[in-house]
């Protein structure tokens, strides 16, 4: 169904002012150009919105129905259109996302730096969290997306994914796994294990990602952020299973990484927001930058 803006106003126009000649000077046509605009709506719609009479023009129960959404329509677009014009001069403006925390150091630095160079007076709330939290900060419109990795299987939100990647053992430059180019599961057996809690998002894609292998590292040590497995990592209390990007991106002179097979575990970080919901015009546009950077081909 293709309805255009002018023939909308000018259904409008003539509803509100009950007369074809008034409004027709108001929006400064001529009376038959008006006429057809009118009835090129109805023609679109398929029903008739107004009542031609010889005094007076009224409108049909479906056009008393339409109208006040044909004015929320009008409505809501000058103000978006006055919102993107602020935007674009660099007024005004807040972006929220959720992210958890490894991504947050992976995917969004160059994106709000680019971000910010265009759009300079526009701020930019971070809510860093677990998994399960920027699920339902989403969910609970308490930020306007979000990049997790959990939300794929869930109907009330769309996911996209960003990137998807390796569990990676990580153990100590001085560790006996470190002399191994490639790292079975079942060679932790050995070794303290260090893991994270049953409540992350990681601890579940484990979990299924082995649940078929028929082994299970018992672990040794259990915290509740992948931050903390690191810093035990680096003490060489033991050894911990982590997502590619949650290690040091360059050679560490105390961490090393390897990777594990047998089977592969992979995990997908993706951006979540509500279907259907509009999001601000910042918003959308951050949206846009990091869907360009990281959209996975």
């Not at 929320?72 to 259109?81: A, V, W």
Request: aromatic share 6%.
């Amino acid at each position: 169904m293709n309805v255009e803006l002018d023939d909308l106003k000018a259904f409008v126009k003539t509803a509100e002012m009950r007369s074809f000649r008034a409004a027709a000077e108001t929006i400064h046509l001529s009376q038959p150009a008006l006429t057809r605009r009118i009835q090129k709506l109805e023609a679109t719609l398929g029903v008739p919105l107004l009542e031609r009479t010889t005094r007076r023009i009224e409108l049909t129960a479906v056009g008393r129905d339409f109208l006040p959404r044909a004015r929320r329509l009008l409505d809501d677009l000058e103000t978006s259109l006055l919102t993107v014009q602020e935007i674009a001069q660099r007024r005004s403006g807040q972006v929220n996302i959720a992210c958890i925390p490894t991504a947050a150091y992976y995917f969004l630095p160059d994106v709000i730096s680019a971000f910010s160079e265009a759009y300079p007076s526009i701020r930019v709330r971070i809510v860093d969290a677990g998994a399960n939290e920027v699920l339902q900060g989403v969910l609970n419109r308490e930020v306007d997306f979000g990049i997790t990795l959990t939300g794929a299987d869930d109907p009330d939100v769309a996911f996209e994914p960003l990137v998807e990647e390796p569990f990676m053992l990580a153990c100590r430059n001085d560790h006996p796994l470190a002399e191994q180019e490639v790292v079975q599961w079942e060679d932790l057996a050995e070794h303290r294990f260090i893991t994270v809690g049953r409540a992350s998002g990681n601890r579940l894609i484990l979990d299924l990602g082995l649940a078929k292998s028929g082994f299970r590292p018992r672990w040794f040590y259990e915290v509740q952020h992948l931050s903390t497995s690191l810093g035990l990592v680096e003490a060489g209390l033991g050894v911990a299973a982590l997502p590619k990007m949650s290690l040091p991106s360059g050679p560490h002179p105390l961490i090393a990484s390897r990777p594990l097979v047998d089977p592969v575990v992979m995990r997908t970080v993706g951006l979540v927001r509500r279907p259907g919901a509009r999001l601000s015009p910042a918003s959308e546009r951050f949206h846009e930058m990091l869907l360009t950077r990281w959209r996975t081909p």
